[in-house]
């Protein structure tokens, strides 16, 4: 007996239940911190097998102890960079040699990026396209064996910033859009070729994170929603394999809506809820912007 509502899969209406990801072999990547390391904790609870990964080391420690007190069937990590194709890979074969198959990739690291105006960097973008883009695809390509054994899932965390045009995230918002091509066609050939392995593609609004805090909470006149919720509902996607995940619900589902029929309105309603006079100071490396041209 779950909580939630009824949610259809395969033809058959199923609620959610932490149960669904009982003794489950996942990998949640970025799960140093954040969003990441919740989604690791509520896995942990839930009795998963858990492999994790981010590049510091010592967090990473800090996160699988938290998860063995918690509960987790097992846990473990691997450090490393995802700009490395040849580690992303590793990863993923790692659940192979000690986890014996893998049930649900979570794919959630990205690379550190600036909030600002876009200062031309393509080696930037370049770069960023790697971590945030091209080791998602390294990871499910060499997922899909065992994820297909197991009829297993992947979930995508993406953002609003995925979907609409957002300014101040240029490089970003590039490598979130390409994750939406990749694994909407792909999920139709799946479908199409008869392949039982589910892709959630979760769209987030502004979360409490300390790195997202800290980059946009000055500029920004949208509230934050709890990172540990957030993780949950991601989780929960997941689980019951539906195919785009919206947090929080009413900031990111309707704006959307109002993009397919009014996109002018909705890009001048996402200018207004920017301080743009706060724009500059804080997370920017690169020098000066160009005049706010509205
Ligand atoms: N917070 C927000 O407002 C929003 C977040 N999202 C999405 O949610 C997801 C999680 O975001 P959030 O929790 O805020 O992010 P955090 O910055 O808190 O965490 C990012 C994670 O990625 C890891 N990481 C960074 N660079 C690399 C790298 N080169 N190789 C491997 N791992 C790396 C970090 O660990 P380490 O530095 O140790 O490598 C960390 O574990 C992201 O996909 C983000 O786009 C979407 C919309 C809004
Ligand atoms: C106006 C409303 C319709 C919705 C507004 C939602 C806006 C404000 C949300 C949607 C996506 C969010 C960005 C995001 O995805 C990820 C990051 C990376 C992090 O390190 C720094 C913060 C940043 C840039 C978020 C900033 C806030 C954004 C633009």
């Known amino acids: 007996e779950g909580s939630g ?5 395969s033809q058959i209406p199923v609620p959610w239940s932490p149960e669904m990801l009982k003794g489950k072999r996942v990998i949640v990547t970025g799960a140093s911190t954040g969003i990441g390391e919740e989604m690791a904790y509520h896995l942990a609870r839930m009795g998963s097998h858990i492999l994790i990964t981010a590049r510091t080391e010592s967090k990473l420690q800090k996160v699988v102890e938290r998860c063995r007190e918690l ?19 590793h990863v993923v074969k790692e659940a192979q040699t000690s986890l014996g198959g893998l049930d649900m990739l979570i794919l959630n690291h990205v690379g550190t990026s600036y909030f600002g105006y876009f200062d031309g960097d393509v080696g930037h973008v370049r770069k960023l396209l790697e971590i ?27 953002s609003m910033a995925g ?16 994750l939406d091509g990749f694994f909407s066609s792909l999920r139709q050939e799946f479908h199409i070729q008869n392949i039982n392995v589910s892709i959630t593609l979760c769209i987030l609004g502004f979360i409490d994170t300390d790195r997202a805090l800290r980059a946009a909470a000055d500029v920004l006149l949208v509230p934050p929603a709890p990172r540990a919720e957030c993780a949950l509902e991601i989780l929960k ?4 394999r539906r195919r785009e995940l ?3 619900y009413g900031s990111t589902r309707l704006p959307l809506l109002l993009r397919d029929c009014a ?13 743009l006079d ?16 509205r």
């Open 246 to 248: 919206y947090y929080r």
């Open 132 to 158: 945030n883009f091209l080791s998602y695809v390294a990871m499910t390509v060499s997922a899909l064996p065992m994820l297909k054994e197991s009829e297993g899932s992947i979930v995508v965390v993406s």
């Open 5 to 9: 509502h009824p949610i259809w899969v």
């Open 163 to 178: 979907k609409v045009g957002f300014p101040f995230t240029v490089p970003y918002s590039a490598t979130k859009f390409a």
């Open 278 to 293: 706060r724009i500059g100071t804080g997370q920017r490396r690169h020098p000066p912007a160009p005049p706010d041209r």
């Open 263 to 275: 996109a002018e309105l909705l890009d001048r309603l996402v200018r207004s809820r920017y301080r």
């Open 237 to 240: 996607g997941g689980a019951l």
């Open 71 to 89: 509960g987790a069937a097992s846990a473990q990590y691997i450090s490393g960079t995802m700009e490395d194709m040849a580690f992303a890979e």
